[in-house]
């Protein structure tokens, strides 16, 4: 299994991105998905989650700009980042919980994507 994110960039202050999560290989289901942000110098953060069936959490530093969507035909989820800061900046990782085959569950990170957020 592999999860691949794409979307990052540069971006002026104000401005967007949308984020997106392909899964691939040999998934019976997915389960939790989440976005996270590393920043530089700092630990990784939960910035939005979305469940199997579709039920969202965020982050409250990104609650109302930020949207975690998904295509379940395209085991993709998105992440729709609005009116974007220069805090952030950072790396963004997609992370997923995945039955990989009749009774075995897994949990992978994607390499991540890179956003700059220029004031």
């Known amino acids: 299994v592999q999860l691949v994110e794409s979307g990052g960039g540069l971006v002026q202050a104000g401005g967007s991105l949308n984020l997106a999560c392909v899964a691939s290989?040999?998934?019976?289901?997915?389960?939790?998905v989440g976005w996270y942000r590393q920043a530089p110098g700092k630990e990784r953060d939960m910035l939005a989650t979305i469940t199997q069936d579709g039920r969202t959490n965020y982050a409250e530093s990104v609650k109302g700009r930020f949207t975690i969507s998904k295509d379940i035909s395209k085991n993709t989820v998105f992440l729709q980042m609005n009116s974007l800061k220069p805090e952030d900046t950072g790396v963004y990782y997609c992370n997923a919980d995945i039955l990989v085959d009749w009774n075995t569950r897994r949990e992978y990170w994607g390499q991540g994507t890179r956003v700059a957020v220029s004031s």
């Open positions: 290989g040999s998934i019976f289901g997915i389960f939790t």
